[in-house]
Structure formats: structure tokens, C-alpha cells
């Protein structure tokens, strides 16, 4: 058995030696046979310019000889493919046209440099041998050492010496080649120096790693050591002879401990070695400029500690090391090949050249595609490690917090960076806002409270606002990177402004909905904290303020952030009217500060409030609220907030801002109907109580209140803009929400055909707020929004006006039958019948004067209109409903009454057309 494992050894030693000696002849034999093929093509061509019949010149004579020459038999390509070169003779007349000359010279064809990647595909696919050559010496090297595991034969020292002999020999082979026979390209032994040394390298790794993991011969510290001395070694091996070298002893370094096998209860400091060896790679591109090489060492250490922690997915430690690694591998990207302790990476970003057109995009330099290649796995792995434990979640945060704290500052220098300092700042946030991120710490935090809740003193979890200065610092970075721009100009201060006035407030935003932090801290620890936030971004505002003069847009930003600070503090500490009075202050404020020190960036704020505004007096807590809470209470709430609206209204009379008058005058309006219908339902409530069964008067309030929301989306209409359409589907949603309101009101909530009570006395009832006042909100509104389409304010008044139709007849019942026999199945009198006659044709003879006041036809052709309506009743109801006097009455009132209507109409029509000139 021994010499069959002995004779595999051999075999495996000689298989490569053969392998390259075989190669290496048949380059030189190919070398040799290319020479003469061009030695061939060379006298063909002198052969055929020789001839007179056929002697072609110019660009002709390159057309015909470069296929010839090159083509067949190199694959370099011709040398005037492009066209004759400045020193070419003139050719003659008739050979190329004079427009074909000059669109040559013109438009010269477009040299197009291979990539990185293709230059390294193609030197693979030409020399593929060499690297299998690589690997099966350094296959040998590795086997050897198992070798000596399965016989017994040598002692564990003499394994790891005979590994590490082995490789020195092979480095030593390499060397020998090269300093006698060359190894550059032209030479018959190209690259075999290179294989031998990379493999002796490989070699070298393996039996340190196995003298480390498998036999315990030496610690961690001097083994360490040791890989690091090898990795220098290759460093200066690799500068010195080519990116061979390098790959292979990046490729082989990587693999060795994977390959050697063993076990180890102390797995994380390999990632130190992988580190080390990336580190390497990255060294000697920054030294030779051998772009692929950085990528090959950046994509096998990270693969390398990827697999790592997938040998061992449950151990807390390892994945908390291979955390920490994937950060450090990024330093080290950034870092190496800048040669500098802060990067210097100009020209574009990654996320620019994204955004820009075909016509300014330039190509970002190749360390900047590295580093932001490398940074997406990075903080996938953040948030991957975050998952398994507390303390992987902490330092998970921590991480992203330091990586996009450095990536901002160093931005300054290196203004290609300036993009991706945003990944790990949403890292961050998602860390905190993501609840299936943040499970575990949540979980540790609740034990924490909960093992601490039977102690006397019970001290505050830091934990809350230690996240919350993680941001704040993140948040402070970005404001230094708005004050100092640095040399180069390619960054906007107010994105960076932006980002210091955004990043910690939406931190705070996640901890209360997420974690819930009033409830951790208590609502004033963690209101202070709001407060502090608003207390810096105050001193953030008037620092900018100093510097930027006139231009106030990142002294409008921080302003914005500390009164959304101001008013997150409030909605912790106040109640509910409060709350809502806070925000309509916070409202008079932005007008205030847009007034004294011109901030239009005042406009986005003031309408983001009024949308919070309206959500609080609509939905949270709303109109149940407002129905259940004090009158008074409601009262300051909602009185309050439209006191507010109108101050920053007239606050807004100095500077020209049309966007912020229309949300503060639809605001207005609709918290002005809000305001009335509440007070009509709590005077009438306090009357009269809320009988679950008068629905009448509750749902006309109900219906009036979705009205004036409605109106005030279709009034923001003329802002347009992409929030166009989101408002017209809230116009409709909130126009729905009314109309079932009012139709309710008309059919099953109306008094006529259900047993309900009608409060109040003749014309001053509940049926005003159920009917009367919906109505004249819709014909207000279908008035005063001038800027609709005809046809959509026509279909807004035509309800107001059936409502208002549906009030009057109501209201002659009410005066007739009184509040509790309204009931259709009561009858109805021949007064009543004789009252709706007479309210008709004074509404016609009322239409007709608008008619005549307004020179409106539509308005002449209404009335006629109604008078046709009470002809009608009056011949098919009043007939036969009437009797006696009254029905006498009756007739004579409509014949009287429609002889002065016909005069009244004829001297409309005889005023509105003119009288022709004799």
C-alpha cells in the first residue's frame, strides 16, 4: 500500500514537469513557425507590388496586404487597418474618391481598448496549462503532507519541514529559470517561473497551516507570523515578475486551509489570514497597477470567510468576526491602493454615471467599481449577522454606524466615494427599523427590563439612546462633509445637509413605533431626547445660517428637522388637544421663520403639517374623538387649529408663495366646516341628547365634514405637480365617504319614511344641519373652485341643489305636521299640499329674477323649469288631493301666476335682446 501511495506521489510530482516541458516546446515551435509565416507574407507582398498591372497604392495597397500578412496567420491585427499612415505617399486620381478621403480623415474609425477582464480571459484562454500546471504542484506539495498523516512514516515536525522544503525548492526551480532563461513573454520558458514560485508559495502556506490546525506544533501568534512573512515574500515576488505569480499564490493561499483539513476551536483567527492575503493582493496592484488582481484577492477573501462561517453557521463568535472582516476587507479596498491612510479616488461615482446621459457619462476609475462591488455583500453581511444574536446585532449597528461615518468623511478627498456613503447609512436605519432585524436585541432588552423590574431601583436601558447617538453621529459627519466640501466640488452641501437633518430624527421615528421607546423610557426621558435633537439641529440652523447668507436652503433644512424634533416631543408629552394645538403652533412658526428670514423651503414643511393636522382631526384621534370629548375641549382643538391656519395665512401675505395659500386656504375652509358641524352636534346633543334613532341631523353633520375634505383636495388641485393624482383619489375616497353619508340621510335616515323626531321649531331645526348645510357646502364649494372643469362643478352643485329641494319640502312638512309626525303614513294635509304648490312657483319666480339680475338664460330656463313642476303637481296631484276652497285657491293662485310669469318672462327675453336701429 505504501508503494502504491509512493509511486501516486511520483506521478504527481512528474505530471506537471512533463506537462510544462511539452509546452514549453510547442510555444517554441510555434514562435518559429509564426516567424516564418511572416517572413512568407512579407515577400508575397513585395512579390505583388512589384507587378505593374496590379500595383495597387494608398489605402488600397493596406486593404489588400494587411489580410494577407496578419490576418491568417497572427492574432495581431494589421498595423493600417486604420487607414495610411501621415508618411504614406499620395496616391492617385482615380483610386480613392475625394469625399470617401475626407470622411476618412474626418471620421477616423474609433479604437476601442479591451476591458480588464477581457485581457484576462484572453491570456487564459491562450495559456489555460499554466495554471493547471499551478494548481497540481501545489496539489503535490499539500499531499505530500498527507502523505505522511496516513503511513505514519514521518513525525508531525518532519511533515511540516518536508512541506515547507518542498516549496522552497520549487521557489528556489523557479528563480533558477528565470534568472537563466527569462520569464517575460518573448522567452521559451514564459510563465514557468512564475508556476513554480506560486506553487513553492502554496506549499509553504500549507505546511504552516497544517503545523497550526492539525498538529498544534506551533500558537496562533508565531503562525500568523509566519503567513504573514510568506505573504510578504509573494508580495515582492509577485511585484517583481508578473500577476501570475500573484494569482496563483493568492488562489493557493486562499484554498490551503480548506485543503489541509483539520479542526480547530478557534476558527476566526483564519480570517486574519484571509485579511492578510487580500491585503496582498490589493499591495501589489497599487505597486504594478495589475487591475484584476485586486478583484481576484477582494473575491476570494471574502468567498474564503464566507465559507468559514459556513462550516461553523451556529457559532455566535465566528459570525460576529466574519461581521467585523467584511468591514475590514472594505478599509483595506479603499485604503491600499490609494497608499495613503484616506483614500484620494476622483472622477465620477458609480451612482452618476447610473444618472447621466449618453453624452456626459464617463466610466468610473476601477478602484471606485471595486469598492462599491465589495460594500454591497458587506452590509448584506451587517445585516445577516444581526439575526443571530443580540451581540451580533450591536456590533452589526456599530459597524454600519463607523463605515458610514468614515465613508463621509473620507469623501471629502476621494469625491468618487460621496454615493456610497448611503448604503450603510440605510443599513443603519434598516437595523433599527426592521423588526425581523432587531428581533433578538428586542427579545435581550425585554429580559433585561424584565430580570430588573423586582429591584428597588431600576436604572434606564441605555441602550435606546445609545442607537439614537449612533445617528446623531452619523448625522453630525454629514453636516461637517456640508461645511468643508473639500477640493473637489462634486457633491451638492445641501445633500449632505439633508442627510444631517434627516438620519437621526427617522432613527427616532423607529425606536418609538418599533421599539417602542416612550413606553421603555417613559414619555419626558424620551421627549427629552426629541427635545435634544431639535436643540441641535437649532444650533445646526444658525451655524449655517452664518455662513450661507442669502441662500438659506441648508439653513431651511435643519430648521425644518428641529421643528419636526419640536413637535415629535410634543405628540410624546400632550393629550390629544393638546397635541393637536401643538401642531397647528408649529404650523404659525414655519410661517413665521419663512417670514422673517425667507426660507421657501418653509412651503414642503407647512404642507406636510397640514397633512398631519388633517389626519388628526379626521382619523387619530378624529372625529370619534371630537364627538365624545368636552365641548370645550373640542372647541380648542378644532377652533384652535383653524385660528392657527388663518394666522399663517396672513403670515404669508409678505412672500410670494402660491403652493403654501392654497394648502393653508383649503385647510382653512375645511377645518372651518369641521369646526361649525361639531358645534352644531354638540349644541344639538346637549339639547336634545343623541337618540341612536334620529340619524337625520348626525348624518347630514357626518356628511357635511367628508364634503369639506373632499373640496379642499379638489382646491389643491391647481398646485399640480405628481401629487395630482394621489389628491384626486382622496377627493373621490373622502366624496364616496360623504355621498353614502347623504344618501343614508335621504332614505333610511330621513325622517319622512323612518319614525324619527325633528327637533326644534318651524324652519329652525335639525333639519338644517341634515340637509341645508350639506347642500349649501356643495353649491359654496361648486362657486368658489372656479378653476374645474364646468361640467365637474355642475356635478358638484346639482346635489346641493336636490338637498336643498329635499330641506325646503321637508321643512313646509315640519311646519305643517310638526317634529313628531313626519311620517309619510300620516298623511297630508291640503295645506301642506297647497304650501308645496306656492314654494314652487316662488322658487320659479325667484330663478327668474336671478335670471334677469345675472343675464343668465340657463338660469331663466331653471325657472321655467320649476314652474312646468308645479303645473304638473298641480294638475295631477292637487286635482284630486284638494277640495273645496282650497282646490279653488289653488287653481286661481297657478292661474294668476303663470299670466304674471309669462309677462315676466317675455320683458326678460325683450331687456336681453337688443332693439334694431331704424
Request: positive net charge; aromatic residues 8%.
Amino acid at each position: 500500500m505504501e508503494a502504491i501511495f509512493v509511486l501516486l506521489g511520483l506521478v504527481v510530482l512528474a505530471l506537471p514537469v512533463a506537462v510544462t516541458v511539452l509546452i514549453i516546446g510547442h510555444v517554441r515551435l510555434r514562435r518559429q513557425v509564426r516567424t516564418l509565416n511572416g517572413i512568407v507574407a512579407d515577400l508575397q507582398s513585395a512579390a505583388f507590388s512589384t507587378s505593374p498591372r496590379n500595383k495597387p497604392t494608398g489605402q488600397a495597397a493596406n486593404a489588400l496586404t494587411a489580410p494577407l500578412s496578419s490576418a491568417p496567420l497572427s492574432n495581431t491585427p494589421p498595423s493600417n487597418v486604420h487607414g495610411p499612415t501621415p508618411s504614406a505617399p499620395a496616391t492617385e486620381a482615380g483610386d480613392v474618391p475625394p469625399k470617401a478621403r475626407a470622411t476618412a480623415m474626418a471620421r477616423p474609425p474609433r479604437r476601442t481598448e479591451p476591458s480588464t477582464l477581457q485581457t484576462l480571459g484572453v491570456w487564459l484562454r491562450d495559456n489555460w496549462f499554466y495554471g493547471v500546471a499551478a494548481v497540481s504542484l501545489a496539489l503535490a506539495g499539500i499531499f505530500l503532507v498527507q502523505y505522511g498523516i496516513e503511513t505514519g512514516l514521518l513525525t508531525p515536525t518532519m511533515r511540516v519541514i518536508a512541506a515547507l522544503a518542498f516549496g522552497a525548492a520549487l521557489i528556489a526551480a523557479g528563480e533558477a529559470i528565470r534568472r537563466r532563461f527569462g520569464d517575460d513573454a518573448a522567452s521559451a520558458t514564459a510563465y514557468l517561473p512564475s508556476v513554480l514560485s506560486g506553487a513553492g508559495l502554496v506549499s509553504q502556506m500549507g505546511g504552516v497551516l497544517a503545523a497550526r490546525l492539525l498538529y498544534d506544533l506551533v500558537a496562533p501568534g508565531p503562525a500568523l507570523g509566519a503567513l504573514f512573512a510568506i505573504a510578504l515574500f509573494g508580495l515582492l515576488l509577485g511585484w517583481r515578475h508578473g500577476p501570475l505569480l500573484a494569482a496563483v499564490g493568492l488562489t493557493g493561499g486562499m484554498a490551503a486551509p480548506f485543503l489541509v483539513g483539520g479542526h480547530s476551536e478557534n476558527p476566526e483567527w483564519l480570517l486574519l489570514y484571509f485579511g492578510l492575503l487580500t491585503a496582498l493582493g490589493l499591495g501589489i496592484d497599487t505597486l504594478r497597477r495589475w487591475a484584476w488582481v485586486s478583484a481576484l484577492a477582494v473575491a476570494l477573501g471574502f468567498a474564503a470567510g464566507l465559507l468559514l462561517h459556513l462550516s461553523a453557521p451556529g457559532d455566535e463568535a465566528l459570525m460576529a468576526s466574519f461581521a467585523g472582516y467584511g468591514v475590514g476587507l472594505m478599509l483595506l479596498t479603499l485604503l491600499i491602493p490609494s497608499r495613503a491612510l484616506a483614500p484620494d479616488h476622483t472622477g465620477p461615482g458609480i451612482v452618476e454615471t447610473v444618472a447621466a446621459t449618453a453624452e456626459t457619462q464617463r466610466r468610473p476609475i476601477f478602484p471606485v467599481i471595486l469598492s462599491g462591488a465589495l460594500l454591497v455583500p458587506c452590509c448584506a453581511a451587517l445585516c445577516y449577522a444581526a439575526l443571530f444574536s443580540a451581540l451580533t446585532w450591536q456590533l452589526s449597528v456599530g459597524l454600519s454606524a463607523g463605515l458610514a461615518v468614515l465613508l463621509i468623511l473620507w469623501s471629502r478627498g476621494a469625491p468618487a466615494l460621496q454615493d456610497q456613503a448611503v448604503l450603510p447609512a440605510l443599513t443603519l436605519l434598516a437595523l433599527i427599523a426592521v423588526p425581523e432585524l432587531n428581533k433578538e436585541a428586542q427579545t435581550a432588552l425585554d429580559a433585561r427590563l424584565t430580570a430588573q423590574a423586582d429591584l428597588t431601583e431600576q436604572r434606564l436601558p441605555l441602550d435606546l439612546s445609545l442607537l439614537l447617538m449612533a445617528a446623531t453621529l452619523v448625522g453630525l459627519a454629514s453636516a461637517w462633509r456640508s461645511l468643508k466640501p473639500g477640493r473637489y466640488s462634486s457633491v451638492w452641501p445641501s445633500v449632505w445637509a439633508a442627510a444631517a437633518a434627516l438620519i437621526a430624527p427617522l432613527v427616532g421615528l423607529a425606536l418609538d413605533f418599533v421599539w417602542d421607546a416612550r413606553t421603555l423610557l417613559g414619555a419626558w426621558p424620551w421627549a427629552l431626547h426629541a427635545l435634544a435633537l431639535a436643540a441641535l439641529m437649532v444650533a445646526q440652523a444658525a451655524r449655517f445660517a452664518r455662513i450661507d447668507g442669502a441662500v438659506r436652503l441648508r439653513t431651511a433644512l435643519f430648521t425644518v428637522s428641529a421643528l419636526a424634533c419640536l413637535a415629535f416631543a410634543l405628540t410624546v408629552l400632550l393629550t390629544d388637544a393638546a397635541l393637536t394645538l401643538a401642531l397647528a403652533a408649529v404650523v404659525v412658526s414655519a410661517a413665521a421663520l419663512d417670514r422673517r428670514f425667507d426660507l421657501p423651503q418653509m412651503t414642503g414643511f407647512i404642507a406636510a403639517s397640514i397633512v398631519a393636522l388633517g389626519y388628526r382631526l379626521v382619523i387619530d384621534p378624529g372625529l370619534d374623538w371630537a364627538i365624545r370629548a368636552p365641548v370645550l375641549e373640542m372647541l380648542a382643538a378644532y377652533g384652535g387649529t383653524l385660528a392657527a391656519l388663518l394666522w399663517s395665512l396672513w403670515l404669508c401675505t409678505l412672500r410670494p408663495r402660491p403652493s403654501a395659500r392654497v394648502f393653508l386656504e383649503s385647510a382653512a375652509w375645511s377645518v372651518a366646516g369641521m369646526t361649525i358641524s361639531l358645534v352644531l352636534y354638540h349644541v344639538i346633543e346637549a339639547h336634545v341628547g343623541h337618540d341612536s334613532q334620529d340619524l337625520h341631523w348626525f348624518l347630514g353633520l357626518y356628511g357635511t365634514i367628508w364634503i369639506g375634505t373632499a373640496l379642499a383636495q379638489l382646491e389643491r388641485l391647481m398646485l399640480g405637480g405628481p401629487m395630482r393624482w394621489l389628491r384626486i383619489a382622496l377627493a373621490v375616497v373622502f366624496g364616496l365617504v360623504a355621498l353614502a353619508s347623504l344618501l343614508t340621510g335621504g332614505s333610511l335616515g330621513n325622517p319622512l319614511f323612518e319614525e324619527q323626531a325633528v327637533h326644534g321649531t318651524i324652519v329652525l331645526n335639525t333639519l338644517i344641519p341634515a340637509y341645508l348645510l350639506p347642500a349649501l357646502t356643495l353649491m359654496f364649494g361648486a362657486w368658489r373652485l372656479g378653476q374645474l372643469p364646468r361640467w365637474l362643478r355642475i356635478g358638484i352643485a346639482l346635489p346641493g341643489g336636490a338637498l336643498a329641494l329635499l330641506w325646503a319640502g321637508l321643512t313646509i312638512r315640519h311646519a305643517w305636521q310638526g317634529g313628531l309626525d313626519m311620517h309619510i303614513g300620516n298623511g297630508i294635509s291640503d295645506g301642506e299640499l297647497y304650501s308645496y304648490t306656492v314654494a314652487l312657483l316662488l322658487a320659479g319666480a325667484g330663478l327668474f329674477y336671478q335670471a334677469l339680475a345675472r343675464r343668465s338664460d340657463a338660469l331663466r330656463r331653471a325657472g321655467v323649469a320649476v314652474i312646468a313642476l308645479a303645473v304638473a303637481k298641480v294638475f295631477l296631484i292637487d286635482i284630486s288631493g284638494l277640495a273645496g276652497l282650497m282646490r279653488v285657491f289653488s287653481f286661481l293662485l297657478l292661474g294668476l301666476s303663470l299670466a304674471g310669469l309669462a309677462w315676466f318672462n317675455r320683458w326678460v327675453q325683450t331687456r336681453a335682446t337688443p332693439v334694431p336701429s331704424p
